[in-house]
Nanobody, 126 residues
Framework: VQLVESGGDLVQPGGSLRLSCTTSGSISKQHTVAWFRQAPGKEREGVSSFSFWDHSTVYADSVKGRFAIFRDRADNTIYLQMNSLKPDDTALYYC????????????????????WGQGTLVTVSS
C-alpha cells in the first residue's frame, strides 16, 4: 500500500487548508485510516481517524470542532479539512492506514498503523 499526502502550505492564523491522502490500492470496510502530525522536537501525535467499518471518526482534543476527516469514494482519497488554524498546528502531517479494524482506544496511536505516507508540511504563521 502506498500513501501520498498533498495540500500542505503556508497559511495565516485563522485560515483553512484541506489535506489529501491518496492510496494506491482499493480500500475495504476492514481498513482504518488516520492523520498524524509531528512538529519539530515533538513526538508524532494522532490528529484524526476514520473507520471504514462503521464510518466512525475520532479527533484529538486539540483539533475537535476545527478539523474534519472524510473520504471520497470515487478516488480512494482521504481528506483532512482544517479550519481556524493556529500556529500550534504547524507540523509535518502524515497519513497512515491499517488494513484491519483498530480498537477505539488505539485509533490515534501511531503504533496501530502499518503503512505511512511521506508527509506534507503545514505552516501556520503571519
Amino acid at each position: 500500500v502506498q500513501l501520498v499526502e498533498s495540500g500542505g502550505d503556508l497559511v495565516q492564523p485563522g485560515g483553512s487548508l484541506r489535506l489529501s491522502c491518496t492510496t494506491s490500492g482499493s480500500i475495504s470496510k476492514q481498513h482504518t485510516v488516520a492523520w498524524f502530525r509531528q512538529a519539530p522536537g515533538k513526538e508524532r501525535e494522532g490528529v484524526s481517524s476514520f473507520s471504514f467499518w462503521d464510518h466512525s471518526t475520532v479527533y484529538a482534543d486539540s483539533v475537535k470542532g476545527r478539523f474534519a476527516i472524510f473520504r471520497d469514494r470515487a478516488d480512494n482519497t482521504i481528506y483532512l479539512q482544517m479550519n481556524s488554524l493556529k500556529p500550534d498546528d504547524t507540523a509535518l502531517y502524515y497519513c497512515a492506514i491499517k488494513r484491519q479494524r483498530v480498537i477505539l482506544s488505539s485509533r490515534l496511536s501511531p503504533r496501530a498503523y502499518d503503512y505511512w505516507g511521506q508527509g506534507t508540511l503545514v505552516t501556520v504563521s503571519s
